[in-house]
């Protein structure tokens, strides 16, 4: 069974940075699939980050691009999420995801990290 | 950027019920279209990808339809484990609906 399990800092100051990994088991990052992350402010909608594959390949939300960076680890079977200058409108539950191979829609997700930002 | 709007916002029914609810593009995703399910303190769980293939472990009773700008995703029988907001996302550019909740009547 495929597991994804996201882990990082629940608080991060105004202005700081954002980093979240997702570590994955019962699969490889270094097969077809993409993986996302999806993230999803408090009693709001989904947001989709960005996705990345084994080769590198990496698509942005473009309204998030110029703050976010996606980077995976072979090594350790595990992907990243920084997000820079960070502000309260991305105080989130945030989602790794692994995307189905042929269509980019989410069949396995992690159990979401809550990452506030605050003073 | 491709804008889902889901309709209706709020749908109150029974179980037994049939549920239809509704996702439209603001242009076309053919039919790069998927429906999740989201309970209270849980991640999404995919129902439907292109539009009306059911994933691994869905209950016959949901079904998807539609291509271009107009999908529906259909419960023809609620059991009490439906209650839940449904996201249609389309991932020809990869944006979500706002969601639709289904409650108990």
């Known amino acids: 069974q495929v597991q994804l399990q996201e882990s990082g800092p629940g608080l991060v100051r105004p202005s700081g940075t954002l980093a979240l990994t997702c570590a994955v088991s019962?699969?490889?990052?270094?097969?077809?699939?993409?993986w996302s992350w999806v993230r999803q402010p408090p009693g709001k909608g989904l947001e989709w980050i960005g996705e990345?594959?084994?080769?590198?390949?990496?698509n942005y939300n473009p309204s998030l691009r110029s703050r976010v960076t996606i980077s995976v680890d072979m090594s350790k079977n595990q992907i990243s999420l920084r997000v820079n200058s960070v502000t309260a409108a991305d105080t989130a539950v945030y989602y790794c995801a692994r995307s189905l191979v042929g269509a980019r829609c989410f069949d396995f997700w992690g159990q979401g990290t809550l990452v506030t930002v605050s003073s | 950027e491709i804008v889902l709007t889901q309709s209706p916002g709020t749908l109150s029914l029974s179980p037994g019920e049939r549920a239809t609810l509704s996702c439209r593009a603001s242009?076309?995703?053919?039919?790069?279209l998927a429906w999740y399910q989201q309970k209270p303190g849980q991640a999404p769980r995919l129902l439907i990808f292109g539009a009306s293939s059911r994933a691994t472990g869905i209950p016959d009773r949901f079904s998807g339809s539609g291509s271009g700008t107009d999908f529906t995703l259909t419960i023809s029988r609620l059991e009490p484990e439906d209650f839940a907001v449904y996201y249609c996302?389309?991932?020809?550019?990869?944006?979500f609906g706002q969601g639709t909740k289904v409650e108990i009547k």
């Open positions: 019962g699969d490889s990052v270094t097969g077809d699939n993409w």
């Open positions: 242009q076309s995703v053919y039919i790069s």
């Open positions: 996302q389309q991932y020809y550019s990869w944006t």
């Open positions: 990345i594959n084994h080769t590198g390949s990496i």
